[in-house]
């Protein structure tokens, strides 16, 4: 089994290489933001609830995205591996994280850090909000509290896994596919 983490601030791409990653490798794709949009298109009770927090910017609270990976992964018992995308974005979250996987005896094997520049991020996510429909997108303020979120609380993650020797720093800039090989070439290095 291959637990990967695609790190990254919003708009870094994680969505996008996500796609690439669990094609060619088969891992099950968790990615909290996309199973709570989920929910709130069906509006489903946790949907509304999360619906607030999503569309100011703000993270939903730990105890909800827990308890959704929680689901996902007993629901996938046989996966070869999971790809996390978008979680953990606290480090509550990342230690409740390790607790799961390790009663699956299981760990995280590498996190990839996509790194780009801020004003490639905010052009992106201008980009984005056009075809994406998220109101979170369309927004120049919710995308700059976004943006602080993701330092204050977001970043310390990198240093956990940092504790651990398990991270890998990508440059996120430049074309998708040449992006791909850079992330396929840390992967093939670790499995
Ligand atoms: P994303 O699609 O990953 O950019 O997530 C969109 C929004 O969903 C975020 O701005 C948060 O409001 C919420 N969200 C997604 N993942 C998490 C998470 N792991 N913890 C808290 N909130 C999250």
Redesign the pocket.
Known sequence: MFNLILFGP?GSGKGTQSEKLIEKYGWKHL???DL?RQEMKTETKLGREAKE??QN????PDSV?IGMIESALEANPNAKGFLFD????TVA?AEALDRLLEQKQTAIHSVLFLHVNQDELIHRLIGRAKTSGRL?DADPEIQRR?QEVYRNETLPVAEYYQRYGKVEHVKGEGAVEDIFQLLCTEIDQKQ
């Open positions: 919003p990615s909290t933001g709570l927090f999503i910017g703000q993270l939903v995205v978008g979680f953990p974005r979250q979170d976004r």
